[in-house]
């Protein structure tokens, strides 16, 4: 399977700023969209952004104008941009590809999380 490895993450104060890095190995055909998914114990695992191979980016309402998902297509790298943070983001966010490996199927990728937590 491609493996998504993420770094970052931490504490922070509320109004301080993040940066999660993740970025997909193994033996890729392909990767279309990557993003990020969040969770909290107990909850389910909710979108937070995913951006397509051509760069078009979608956010969770919760998180417009304060988070800015990027991509570096050579890396097979995907990014988050966390600015302005809030107690209520504190989760464990999660890296996710939707890639294919050479005459495979496509399949759902995931990292193996990063926590987040802002203390207010």
């Known amino acids: 399977q491609v493996q998504l490895v993420e770094i970052g993450g931490g504490l922070v104060q509320a109004g301080g700023s993040l940066r999660l890095a993740c970025v997909a190995s193994g033996n890729i055909f392909a990767i279309t969209v990557m993003g990020w998914y969040r969770q909290a114990p107990g909850n389910q695992r909710d979108l937070v952004a995913t951006i397509t191979s051509d760069g078009r980016a979608n956010y969770a309402d919760y998180v417009k104008g304060r988070f800015t998902i990027s991509r570096d297509n050579v890396k097979n790298a995907v990014y988050l941009q966390m600015d302005n943070l809030k107690p209520d983001d504190t989760n464990v966010y999660y890296c996710?590809?939707?890639?294919?490996?050479?005459?495979?199927?496509?399949?759902?990728?995931w990292g193996q999380g990063a926590q987040v937590t802002v203390s207010s």
């Open positions: 996710y590809a939707y890639a294919s490996r050479p005459k495979m199927a496509w399949e759902d990728c």
